[in-house]
């Protein structure tokens, strides 16, 4: 796909091949294999679809229902190729590790 740049008020401005908006170079990231070393998409698109592919990848991740942050996430995917376990089951581990203590204390 060839993309024009257009100018409007004195500034260079280009079509966003996927959500269609007329946006400023500066809102599109370099990318030296474009013929115009712009991103085919905006900044926005870009940054919806590395969330939503990060989402998708991380999913199983959080199939316990425990939503934790990214530093803590890293600990653990790191534990967890320590210990040769995918970090999803690891993180079930230590959830229903807690799970077991937290019992067992309202038991006493």
Not at 21 to 33: G, V
Not at 78 to 106: H, N, S
Request: hydrophobic share 35%; net charge negative.
């Amino acid at each position: 796909m060839t993309s024009k740049h257009i100018f409007v008020d004195g500034t260079e401005c280009k079509v966003c091949a996927r959500c269609g908006h007329l946006k400023p170079l500066s809102e599109y990231y370099r990318n030296k294999n474009c013929k115009d070393s712009l991103h085919l998409y905006c900044k926005d698109c870009v940054r919806t679809m590395n969330a939503r592919s990060i989402d998708k990848n991380h999913a199983g991740d959080h199939q316990v229902g425990l939503w934790i942050g990214e530093d803590e996430y890293q600990v653990i995917r790191d534990e967890a190729v320590k210990v040769g376990m995918k970090p999803a089951a690891l993180m079930e581990a230590i959830v229903y590790e807690w799970l077991e203590q937290f019992e067992e204390e309202l038991k006493e």
